[in-house]
Structures are given as structure tokens and as C-alpha cells.
């Protein structure tokens, strides 16, 4: 561990610490505190023995980079000492399906949670059932009664914690000692809480995936995804994407490492404001309920409060019985709250959902219209007072 001068710290730094001191090189960088961004393919080799053995730090582009090593190194601070590589990827899907083929072949069995971000699930109805995997999806509440799904194929179990959308908190630890048991791989993807109030490779996982499209970007500029894996898993991380010749360019690079070195403050600010505004709306005539796992009303709280050490400002809400015409008629009343179907950034976002097409394992019948939010980084009262003349809209609009 080196500090931004080279230097060995005398203690062991804090993650925040970590985050803003890891991956630089000040005298590499010629004083400079960023790395440059290395645009670029080819890389010269002195000499022709050097070129048959592929001697050299670099070696190829697509293998990496300065600007590359660099966000590695402050990803693998961040998740901590159980990660042994991070592989980035083009997309928070590509991270998906990247990981997915690495750690899958023909004739294997895959479980995976019903609240699962459905471009996951359509890729494995899709793309992996012509290759022959079969999945399985789960209530995401099962806990460690997912052993009666295994079959002797069962290669792994893919969870999200929180889920997509609607917000249920599995139990990764008691899954993962189930999947271990039987010889399975664990893969969490960790984009709601990140590595920072959520190491799940110290949880269990593992592989841990974000779409780093959201909080590792933090700015809604970039589309980027981040693998990360054990010792274990890595190896075969690795090797898909060398194979699949999967990588980032060089400026999305540069400006995931830009936003993670402001995530420690975001992600605070995100959750603060978040949980201040999840319970101004659970006290809303018009809400029937929130689904946000940092609550403590929330029936995930108690997982959230032991693995957990922050949330982040994503969460959702039922409202009560009204028609669709008048929950789009709020929607179009919000000037702070725009409609888009991304989060992660500076700015606030509200979109409604309906997970009941698409669940298999577990039903959706939530009892009212349903709404994603994503608070950003804009002052609280102006974001309550735009919701409130939203919900006069709605209510005028019955």
C-alpha cells in the first residue's frame, strides 16, 4: 500500500482515504495528480527478444493500460482484501453477461433471483439458454432453503442485494454457504450500495459486479461496468475477457476514476438525503408504503443493519389505489425529478415500474401503482416541495 508520493503509510488508511490515494503515482505522473489518458492500441517493443516474450508492463491496448492499472488499483482498495482482480467492462450489462459466460458452459444449471435487473434475466433466457444453461429463478427471500433448488449441474447463484426495483434483501452470507457447500459460485451484483457500504466478497460472493454506469461514475456521462473476484473466480474472469476481448476506452476510464474519488462524499450525501426523503414519503397520505431496505420499517432492515454500512439513494414506493392517468399527471407536474431509466448521478429521477410481467418465481401484487426513485444531490425541500405539488397534481387528477 503506497501513498500518492510513493511512500509506505505508517498505519492502515481508511476506505475514503483509499479512495483518493490509491492508483496515483504523483512522480510517474510527473507531479501531476491525475494519470494522462493513454489513447492508444500499440505498444513498441525495445528490442525483438523483448517482443517474442511479450516483456513489458503493457503489452497490448486492450490488455490495459496506465489509465486502466489505475482505476484497478482504487477498485481493489475498495473492495477489499478478498478481491483479487477487477476487470472492466463497457457497460454494467457487459459486466453481466461477461461474467456470466466465464463462469458457465453447456449442459450447466444457473439460479438466479427473481428481482434480478431484467436485462440480467433476459440475457439468460436469451443468449444463455441457446447455449444451453438452464436457469432457475428463486424467491429472493429464500435464504438458505435454496439448496432445494440445486441440481448436481447447479454452477451458480446470482443475487442482487438489494433487488432491482422492488428492493427485497436476500441473505447473501446464508446463500453463499449453501452454494459453497455444493461447489457452486457466488456473483452479487453490488451496484446499489457499492463496495463501500457493501463488500460482499467479505460477505460471500464471489464475484461482485456494478454497473459502475451509476455511483462509481456519479456524473450520468459514462456507461461502465467493474468485475470483481476472488482468488477463486478471477482466474476465469480473467480469461473471458481476455477471450472475449472485452474493455473500456480509455475516456470512460478516465472518468470513473475522476467519480470514484469523490464516491465516499456522493454516496454520504445520497444516503442522507435518501432516508430523509424515504420517511417524509411513508408519512404521505398518498403512500402506502416504501420499499427501502434502510428503513426501520422495512422487512430487509435487519440484513441491511448487519451487512450493510450505508444505503444509497435509490429505493421505491407504492402508492395508494389511483389511476395510471393520475400517477402520469404527477410525473408530469415534477420539474426537479426527471423521468429516465439510469440513477447513480448528481440528479434526482422517478420512473414507474411493474415487475408482475416478468417475475416467475415470486408474484408482484404490491396493491397500488409503483415508483422508482432516485434522490440526487439537490437540497431535500426543494425535492420534497416539487414531490408535494406533485401529489396535488395526482390527487386533482382521480
Same mark, same amino acid.
Given at each position: ?42 505498444? *513498441? ?112 447463484? *446470482? ?176 420539474? *426537479? ?33 409503483? *415508483? ?27
Amino acid at each position: 500500500m503506497t501513498s500518492s508520493d510513493g511512500s509506505t503509510p505508517a498505519h492502515p488508511q481508511h476506505t475514503a482515504t483509499r479512495l483518493v490515494t490509491a492508483g496515483r503515482d504523483t512522480k510517474a505522473q510527473k507531479g501531476f495528480v491525475n494519470p494522462p489518458v493513454f489513447h492508444g492500441s500499440t505498444v *513498441l517493443y525495445p528490442t525483438a527478444e523483448d517482443l517474442h516474450a511479450h516483456r513489458a508492463e503493457f503489452t497490448y491496448g486492450r490488455h490495459g493500460t496506465p489509465t486502466t492499472q489505475a482505476l484497478q488499483d482504487v477498485l481493489m482498495a475498495l473492495e477489499g482484501p478478498q478481491c483479487a482482480g477487477v476487470g472492466l467492462a463497457p457497460s454494467g450489462l457487459a459486466a453481466i453477461s461477461t461474467t456470466l459466460l466465464a463462469v458457465l458452459k453447456t449442459g450447466d444449471h444457473l439460479l438466479v433471483c427473481d428481482n434480478a435487473y431484467r436485462p440480467t434475466r433476459n440475457f439468460c433466457n436469451g443468449m444463455l439458454a441457446r447455449y444451453g444453461v438452464e436457469t432457475t429463478y428463486f424467491d429472493p427471500l429464500i435464504g438458505a432453503r435454496i439448496e432445494a433448488l440445486f441440481k448436481p449441474n447447479t454452477r451458480a447463484v *446470482l443475487v442482487e442485494a438489494p433487488g432491482s426495483q422492488s428492493f427485497e434483501m436476500p441473505d447473501l452470507p446464508a446463500i453463499a454457504a449453501v452454494a459453497h457447500a455444493r461447489g457452486a459460485l457466488v456473483i452479487d451484483d453490488n451496484t446499489w450500495a457499492t463496495p463501500l457500504y457493501h463488500r460482499s466478497l467479505e460477505q460471500g460472493a464471489d464475484i461482485s459486479m456494478q454497473a459502475a454506469t451509476k455511483y462509481i461514475g456519479g456524473h450520468s456521462d459514462i456507461m461502465f461496468g467493474t468485475i470483481s473476484a476472488n482468488a477463486k473466480a478471477w482466474p476465469l474472469v480473467t480469461e473471458a475477457i481476455r477471450l472475449l476481448g472485452v474493455c473500456a476506452g480509455p475516456d470512460d476510464v478516465f472518468l470513473a476514476l475522476r467519480g470514484v474519488r469523490t464516491l465516499s462524499v456522493r454516496l454520504a450525501q445520497h444516503h442522507r438525503s435518501g432516508l430523509d426523503m424515504a420517511r417524509w414519503l411513508a408519512a404521505r397520505p398518498e403512500v402506502e408504503r416504501v420499499l427501502h431496505p434502510a428503513l426501520e420499517t422495512d422487512p430487509g432492515h435487519a440484513i441491511w443493519k448487519r451487512d450493510f454500512t450505508g444505503a444509497s439513494g435509490l429505493f421505491s414506493i407504492i402508492l395508494k389505489p389511483v389511476p395510471q392517468q393520475a400517477v402520469d399527471t404527477m410525473l408530469n407536474t415534477l420539474t *426537479l425529478f426527471g423521468m429516465g431509466f439510469s440513477w447513480g448521478g448528481f440528479e434526482s429521477l422517478a420512473i414507474p415500474f411493474d415487475c408482475s410481467e416478468y417475475r416467475t418465481a415470486t408474484k408482484w401484487v404490491p396493491g397500488g401503482p409503483t *415508483l422508482r426513485l432516485h434522490i440526487g444531490l439537490e437540497n431535500v425541500d426543494d425535492l420534497k416541495a416539487d414531490l408535494d405539488r406533485g401529489f396535488a397534481a395526482l390527487r386533482a387528477a382521480r
